[in-house]
């Protein structure tokens, strides 16, 4: 059950898509409502769990720590920080009672969690202008399905975006990357996709091509297509300013960007230098932009990433000046120890300054709306400024999209990935329990740059990052300019068990798809954290680092370096396959409880839960591959068990047709039957 609660004035976000009356917010439930609504707080008991918050630090339990959802393009993910490029304000309140709240407020809201008391919840929205939504339900299951009907159906990318796609800051031009296909080929390693990032551009200027790097953009494409390779060029919200580019000139001339305070076009520098931003949250305007990913599509590309979309501000115009004026006030001075760390802060507040963010508008219905009201809001818009136009364009064509920044809502036009991270362990962790909180939020196509954004990576983070990515939807290698080479064969005599994790995600296609396919198709979860599965087993509901993976598979990545193996907490009894590779694995049936679980470096633990099945292909070097003709079936079952098989052709959007769905039968003789299915399939 949904309850809705409106306080003051609130701007519409679009966040969600179902009709509800509002109530007089008097009753609140647990809720306790400070005059203005601009306070909500609750009390926590001793045995409560808060899930939610999608893309924050920290825990799948956000007990213990001050959150803020404020999209920050802010690249050092540590614990200590409180924001990162998503706010998502949905949680779930777990214990003795279960309710979810969704705060729909397009600004700053605060979370403290426990943080200021450890018996309290406070959160703070300072502008109290929003939608609150209180839901009921008698599981954190259900709450999260309320919740998604509420908000629409998750994001559907195309077949083989589920594919490992190789990225890096910056592939410069054609020949860097045939060369990259080739040694992927020649040394066996699957691959569905290259990432093309800002070098792609003709002097970062969006929807351009450099034509020195790429002479025959549509030729290149069409050659790479070939090899079954898709390119997924990225996009920025900043448009540069240059006159005579095609993009600026009619977004100046059409009224289309953001404007500052004397209603003249905001002006700002990002990667293009000076640059302005496209007034997304005005619907005319996304119509506009939107029709620019055309010129790409008509040239063969069939994905994309957008970036940059807080918006990311490296300076103003107006900050530059501020910032040159007071420096000059230092010059010849003695710098003591208060005017030094004064001056070197002066610079340091150039970029991402929260005055900037109140010195801009948007049109929002002919009002003029500051911009850091609806700060949240920027991300969304820019990407479902292209979903909207991929209906437009392309219509029945599933098109691949996600990107950085994001609020509740935009799940159903992308998926996103989880920013600048790190090569580190802790980053590892942190993607791990990411993942289900932003499944929570309907976000369930994800994943974080596998290796590590920043920082110089090491061939075993590599191998035990690969070995978590291929769980989760979005599978891509990524880096930064100035970083440690990371291509798969970059390691020397690593390449090849590279290769054969990799292929293991092939090998897993069938199931992963499925099980994505569903939670998409049925508003559910991809990933989920064991306490949503299990909510009477006190163990269980601790548990942070092992997850679920579709309704069969528990798994439990290894996270610390050197380590060969760890501590595992089963609910229940499991079949623990410990793969090497497709062929080469060992298997060990498991009581519930705790063990210690060996897993060299190569290795890669997935438990089935009994009475559980996961259907499985022989593998293949890219998604088109895949003999689904010839499965394979991995179970726990000693009475028979049953599987609702999902599968399409990955490209159009007829999810319906009956002839996607299968019932996979394994009868207590052990023998397996697929409806509708004329292929064959074998137990391992
Ligand atoms: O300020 O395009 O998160 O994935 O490689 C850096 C360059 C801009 C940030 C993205 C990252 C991308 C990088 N971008």
Redesign the pocket.
């Given at each position: 059950m949904i309850r809705k609660f409106v306080f003051g004035t609130p701007i519409n976000t679009d966040a969600t898509v179902l009709h509800i009356p509002a109530e007089d917010p008097q009753d609140i439930g647990e809720v306790i409502l400070s005059g203005d609504g601009s306070e909500l707080s609750c009390k926590l008991e001793e045995q409560d769990i808060v899930y939610g918050l999608g893309e924050q630090v920290r825990g799948i339990n956000k007990r213990g720590w001050s959150y803020a959802s404020n999209c920050a393009?802010d690249?050092l993910h540590t614990e200590g920080k409180h924001s990162l490029y998503g706010a998502h304000n949905f949680l779930i309140i777990d214990g003795r009672r279960c309710f979810g709240l969704f705060i729909d407020a397009p600004g700053k809201v605060c979370f403290d969690i426990g943080y200021t008391e450890h018996e309290k919840m406070l959160i703070t929205i300072p502008e109290p202008d929003y939608v609150l939504y209180y839901i009921a339900g008698a599981s954190v299951t259900e709450i999260v399905r309320e919740f998604r009907k509420l908000t629409g159906r998750s994001y559907i990318p195309p077949k083989w975006a589920f594919g490992f796609g190789q990225?890096r800051?910056?592939y410069m031009n054609e020949e860097e990357i045939r060369e990259l296909v080739r040694e992927y080929r020649d040394n066996g390693i699957p691959l569905d996709s290259i990432y093309l990032?800002?070098d792609y551009m003709d002097h970062y200027k969006d929807f351009t091509v450099n034509e020195e790097a790429f002479p025959d953009f549509p030729g290149f494409i069409k050659e790479m297509q070939n090899e079954r390779i898709h390119l997924v060029p990225?996009i920025?919200a900043g448009v540069k300013q240059e006159a005579g580019y095609s993009v600026y000139e009619e977004g100046t001339a059409e009224n289309c960007f953001c404007k500052d305070s004397d209603g003249k076009d905001f002006v700002a520098a990002v990667?293009p230098g000076k640059a302005l931003f496209p007034d997304v949250l005005n619907p005319k305007v996304r119509v506009w932009f939107g029709n620019h990913y055309k010129e790409l599509i008509d040239a063969g590309i069939e994905g994309f990433w957008n970036?940059?979309n807080e918006p990311?501000i490296f300076y103003s115009e107006k900050r530059l000046r501020k910032v040159f004026g007071q420096i000059e006030a230092y010059k010849g001075k003695n710098l003591d120890i208060k005017s030094f760390f004064e001056f070197k802060d002066l610079v340091g507040s150039l970029d991402n300054n929260p005055e900037d963010y109140a010195s801009f508008y948007h049109d929002m219905d002919g009002k003029k709306v500051r911009h850091d009201r609806v700060h949240n809001l920027f991300g969304f818009n820019m990407t479902r400024a292209a979903g909207e136009a991929f209906d437009r364009l392309a219509p029945g064509k599933r098109i691949l999209m996600f990107s950085?920044s994001s609020y509740i809502g935009m799940h159903r036009y992308g998926g996103i990935?989880t920013?600048?991270n790190r090569a580190w362990w802790s980053h590892l962790e942190l993607s791990i329990k990411q993942m289900p909180s932003l499944n929570m939020c309907g976000f369930l196509f994800c994943g974080s740059?596998i290796g590590g954004?920043g920082d110089d990576t090491t061939p075993d983070l590599m191998m035990r990052w690969l070995e978590f990515g291929i769980f989760t939807p979005l599978m891509r290698s990524?880096s930064?300019?100035g970083t440690r080479l990371q291509e798969l064969t970059r390691f020397g005599n690593f390449t090849q068990d590279y290769a054969r994790i990799v292929s293991l995600r092939y090998m897993l296609m069938p199931y992963i798809y499925s099980e994505y396919m569903k939670a998409a198709l049925k508003d559910a979860m991809y990933i989920r954290p064991l306490s949503f599965e299990y909510p009477r087993d006190e163990r269980a509901r601790t548990v942070e680092d092992q997850l679920l993976v579709g309704e069969s598979i528990m798994i439990a990545p290894v996270y610390q370096q050197n380590a060969l193996g760890r501590y595992v907490y089963l609910p229940e009894k499991m079949k623990l396959y410990r793969f090497r590779s497709e062929c080469d694995y060992d298997i060990e049936v498991l009581q519930a409880g705790d063990h210690y679980v060996k897993a060299d470096l190569c290795e890669v633990l997935l438990f089935v839960r009994p009475d559980k099945l996961v259907i499985l292909s022989r593998g293949a070097k890219s998604v088109s591959q895949i003999n689904t003709n010839q499965l394979y079936l991995m179970d726990y079952s000693e009475n028979g068990a049953k599987y609702d098989w999902y599968d399409d052709d990955g490209v159009s959007k007829t999810y319906a047709l009956p002839q996607n769905w299968h019932t996979v039968c394994l009868d207590e003789k052990g023998t397996v039957s697929i409806g509708n299915y004329e292929g064959m399939v074998n137990r391992i």
């Open positions: 393009d690249p990225s800051w910056s990032d800002i990225i920025d990667w970036d940059m990311a950085r990935w920013g600048d740059d954004f990524h930064a300019q």
